[in-house]
């Protein structure tokens, strides 16, 4: 059991290095495996868990896999892919087994998923992936214990996704990239992380066009090759740096990262008080007096990334007035209500809306990581609340942020990240 220690009160200060991105990684690991011969090597992939569960599964499905954890560079050698299961030990733990599938479905002709894990944040369907691999010419198989997938050779045609699903969009593409002829992916989603996946797919001998624009078109060839590409900066990761200098009323700047990528994310930190100044792929955060209320809803990029939604909320609880969130992606998201509300805060939900009503000095107290962004909010609280804050199921932490005690502790803050022997 990991556990987070946080003693509030320090301002951070300092600089932070952004780690690769976990949500461009994790497809990335599963474009490897769509390369029959040679060694993909990919640069600054995060030490984060997730990494750990890709790799144990690309080797469960027969990949050779080393990763030089000091260079932050993964090698992965797919020559060996040979079986279709997806063990429920490894795929229950993380969201990323999903990104698997493509490949094994055109390595191996079939694929059994025996659970699919990642953070439990309500309803989270997988029903356009399912409809697009059938459009293709997959068979899908949906039983309670497994979904088996087969297919004999995948063969292109005009797909659709409700809405733009992030890794829908990945997994369609990745299907489509060695069927045979065009397929035509309508609403496809535009996050800077699917553009970095089709960019190394390009690297790999896709041919992929439209990319941004929502409709993207793949002309399927016959084999990909093996690449060496650099995983893009972690826009979460940063937007959670950005966030601890914000609230603990420090200043931070940020290596290896940019504005861009945070779309409306940005105007509405600026709308709080939090100003930015960026040099190149330096970005400097700092606060800007006494955090202002908000009102935001969240939406696929450029709107306000869900994935930063809670950390707005800890924001927000030192506000001077009363914020609201319309929580638009996930219908379980406010998970963090009641873990900021035992620190003092007075947060009320209902249905997807929340109000915040700031300003109320937080206090540390025990709490409980629901999923990795309510964890890492809760780590944001702690830093601006008085005395000392447990964040619980730290495990949940370190699914996507990388040594995360540690770089805070470089900024200044008091973080102690603890192993217990108690599960
Ligand atoms: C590994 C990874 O990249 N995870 C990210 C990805 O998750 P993920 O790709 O799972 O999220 P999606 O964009 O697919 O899901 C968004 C919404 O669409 C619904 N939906 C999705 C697919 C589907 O087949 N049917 C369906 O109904 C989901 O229930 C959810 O309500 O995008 C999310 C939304 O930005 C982020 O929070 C996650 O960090
Ligand atoms: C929801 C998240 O991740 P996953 O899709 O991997 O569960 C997240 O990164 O906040």
Redesign the pocket.
Known sequence: MVRYRVRGGNALRGTAFVQGA???V??MIGAALLAAEGRTVLRNVPLIE?VRRAIELAEAVGARVQFHEAERTLVIDASGVHTPVLPEEIASR???V??FVPALLHRVGEVIVEGVG??N???????????GYKRLGALVDEQESAIHIKAAGLTGATLY??????????NLIMAAALAQGTTVIENA?L?P?VLDVIEMLRKMGANISGEGTGFITVEGVRELKAVEHTVMADR?DAGAFMMAAAITGGEVTLLGTSLEHLGVVRWKLEQMGVEFFQEGAVVHARRDGQLRPINVITD??PGF???LQPQLMAMAALAGGPSYIHER???GRFALARELNKMGARVEVNGSRAVVHGPTPLRGATVEAHD??SGIALVLAGLAAEGETVIESGYRIDR?HADIAQRLRALGADVEREISPFA
């Open positions: 976990k949500n461009a994790l497809p997730d993380f969201r990323g999903i990104l990642g953070c944040l309500g309803a989270r369907n997988l029903d356009f992936h399912y409809n996704l409700d809405r733009p699903s992030h890794t829908g969009t990945e989603a996050e992380e979460l696929t990029y990334a869900t994935d992606i996930f219908d990795l962004r996507g």
